[in-house]
């Protein structure tokens, strides 16, 4: 059974680094692809980054040239190094894995919470 934990998540400053990790212990197979993403209150969920087992990686516009997504494909382990946070970047962080299948599937962690504030 899949299961995404998130860690890593808190409360930083303007300027501040994050490092968050998500880990699915409970399958056997690698996903196709690992991401995150981060939904604000009153906003939609959007993309931060992903990463596919390939090695191929998208980034948000808000998180060029500031984060860093990198995974670890024998461990279903994906991290998003987050640098010179900014006050809009405040929002719960979700995991996310795609199987594509056929069928497709796709997983969400619980969140994390990240609050950039001084």
């Known amino acids: 059974q899949v299961q995404l934990v998130e860690s890593g998540g808190g409360l930083v400053q303007p300027g501040g680094s994050l490092l968050l990790s998500c880990v699915d212990s409970g399958t056997t197979f690698t996903f196709d692809s690992m991401g995150w993403y981060k939904q604000a209150p009153g906003k939609e969920r959007e993309l931060v980054a992903v990463v596919t087992t390939g090695g191929w990686k998208e980034y948000g516009d808000s998180a060029k040239g500031r984060f860093t997504i990198f995974r670890d494909n024998t461990k279903n382990l994906v991290y998003l190094q987050m640098g010179n946070l900014k006050a809009e970047d405040t929002a719960v962080y979700y995991c996310?894995?795609?199987?594509?299948?056929?069928?497709?599937?796709?997983?969400w962690g619980q969140g994390t919470q990240v609050t950039v504030s001084s």
């Open positions: 996310n894995a795609k199987r594509w299948g056929p069928p497709a599937y796709d997983y």
